[in-house]
């Protein structure tokens, strides 16, 4: 079947500390790749997507390239800022399905 | 959020009552989804529905019901609300060119007491 497993949170760091949020898939065809972020009280909003293998989405100093030797999609952002504190989801799609598999979702949280 | 109105936005009830749970968009998107978001699991599906009159179960159906007569309405219904229903519940759409990028509702938090 399809699934995705992502890091357990919470996760703490200082602003201006690098992030790594990992996040690994299982996948019967061949996904694309998802990172969600849900801001504190409001819905989830697509941060970036990559469709094939060897891809890097980017967006807002975040970034993730799919790797599919490794099964991964890691999350990273060389700089966090407080308000990049929300929850991060992965997620994949298989190519044709309009269906979403979620990862369960980490916690971010950035101190000042 | 992407012309997505969910309403109530919270909602406590008792066990046993009905509830309807109201998904409306403007975007005029083909597909809709609910979901229901809880610690430790994510977002689960539990129904979507690829058009008028047409839908399906997800991977967390049971206990719910759904309809969309028109385009812009899909709505979650729970017959029976059990406390194991109390949750987080997201509508989402997406269209037809780009129907993997979904576009979510502000929620509808549900407490089943």
């Known amino acids: 079947g399809n699934s995705v497993t992502q890091m357990e949170g919470p996760v703490t760091l200082s602003e201006e500390a690098f992030l790594t949020i990992n996040c690994t898939y299982t996948a019967t065809g061949y996904p694309s790749l998802f990172w969600y972020v849900q801001y504190p009280g409001e819905g989830l909003q697509l941060l970036l997507k990559?469709?094939?293998?060897?891809d890097k989405g980017s967006n807002k100093g975040f970034e993730a390239t799919y790797r599919k030797e490794t099964t991964s999609f890691h999350l990273e952002k060389g700089s966090v800022q407080v308000s990049d504190s929300a929850v991060y989801f992965c997620a994949l799609s298989i190519q044709g399905a309009q269906k979403l598999v979620f990862g369960q979702g980490t916690r971010l949280t950035i101190n000042p | 959020d992407a012309g997505i109105t969910q309403s109530p936005r919270h909602k406590v009830t008792e066990t046993g009552t009905p509830v309807t749970l109201r998904c409306h968009q403007t975007?005029?998107?083909?597909?809709m989804y609910w979901y229901r978001q809880d610690p430790g699991h994510g977002l689960r599906l539990i129904h979507y529905?690829?058009?008028?009159?047409?839908?399906d179960k997800g991977e967390v159906s049971d206990g719910y019901s759904v309809s969309r007569s028109k385009t812009e309405d899909f709505l979650l219904t729970l017959e029976s609300a059990t406390s194991s229903q109390t949750s987080v519940y997201f509508c989402?759409?997406?269209?037809?060119?780009?129907?993997?990028?979904?576009?979510f509702g502000a929620g509808t938090r549900l407490s089943v007491l």
């Open positions: 529905s690829y058009g008028v009159k047409d839908t």
């Open positions: 989402a759409i997406s269209g037809e060119v780009t129907k993997n990028i979904q576009y």
């Open positions: 975007e005029n998107h083909r597909y």
């Open positions: 990559a469709t094939k293998a060897d």
